[in-house]
Every structure is written in structure tokens, then in C-alpha cells.
């Protein structure tokens, strides 16, 4: 069974920068993990992907300042975030599938619980 469990959300000030971690269980690294968020009454989106071990994506609105990598002996993904800005408030999540990335968060059949970030002016 994959387990994947979230770590490193929490409060910043504009302008910082937080790492968030997935530590995953029970999966294999062949298919793809993404971060997803979803900021209070808004659609949720996703924030990039990686598929296999090192083809990685980012949506294109954060550039330049969010990167995703993955730790595989520690069978971690992580996502790198500079720069903050209060609009990237809300929750991430990590989910995972054993296949190629999509854009839906509803096509991942394994996910986090989520993890809070919160940016303040």
C-alpha cells in the first residue's frame, strides 16, 4: 500500500522560502509524484511534477522560483519554493500514480493528507 506523507508547511513572510518533503511508502519511483495546491476558494492546481527520477515540470507561473527533486534512497520527493508570495497560500498536497503525470488531481490515486503553507505580507 503507498503512503505518502507530507512535511516542511508552515508560515513565512513574503519573500522566503520553505522546502516541503513527501516521503513515500510501498512506491515505486517508475511512475509520476506531483504537488498539487489549493488556496481557499480557489480551484485547485498543479504545482509540477516528477516522472521517474528525474523528468520534472513546473507550471509555468512558477518559474524560476519553485523546483522539484527527489531523493530516491530516501524514496523523498521534494519542492522547493523562493520567493514566496502570499497568493501561494494554501494547501499542498503530494499524490502519486503509477503511470504517466496528469493534469487532474482526481486521476492520482494516491495522495497526502496535505501540508499548510501560509505567506504573509
Known amino acids: 500500500q503507498v503512503r505518502l506523507l507530507e512535511r516542511g508547511g508552515g508560515s513565512v513572510q513574503a519573500g522566503g522560502s520553505l522546502r516541503l518533503s513527501c516521503v513515500g511508502s510501498?512506491?515505486?519511483?517508475?511512475?509520476?509524484m506531483a504537488w498539487f495546491r489549493q488556496a481557499p476558494g480557489k480551484e485547485r492546481e498543479r504545482v509540477g511534477t516528477m516522472l521517474g527520477t528525474s523528468k520534472t515540470t513546473i507550471a509555468d507561473s512558477l518559474k524560476g522560483r519553485f523546483t522539484i527533486s527527489k531523493d530516491i534512497p530516501k524514496n523523498t520527493l521534494y519542492l522547493q519554493m523562493n520567493d514566496l508570495k502570499p497568493e501561494d497560500s494554501g494547501i499542498y498536497y503530494c499524490v502519486a500514480r503509477d503511470d504517466t503525470c496528469m493534469s487532474r488531481f482526481e486521476l492520482y490515486a494516491d495522495r497526502g493528507q496535505g501540508t499548510q503553507v501560509t505567506v504573509s505580507a
Open positions: 510501498g512506491y515505486r519511483f517508475s511512475g509520476c
